[in-house]
């Protein structure tokens, strides 16, 4: 059977623990959530609509206009 290659902490580049995969302690772990917490990682999204289809920046949709 194949080893798998050795992986890395992508916080501190140390071999990374079974136990914590894929960081290599406790505390990489959350140091990476408290990132994801505080917003120094995002997820690009599209802008979000109100409940009726209005952009909150308050101009109407492409739909509405051409009514």
């Not at 914590?20 to 995002?42: Q, T």
């Amino acid at each position: 059977m194949a080893e798998r290659p050795a992986t890395r902490c992508p916080i501190c580049r140390k071999p990374a623990a079974d136990a914590y995969r894929p960081f290599c302690s406790k505390r990489c772990a959350d140091v990476d959530l408290n990132r994801w917490f505080s917003g120094a990682y995002a997820v690009p999204g599209r802008e979000e609509e109100d409940e009726d289809g209005v952009p909150k920046d308050g101009q109407p949709g492409r739909d509405e206009r051409d009514t």
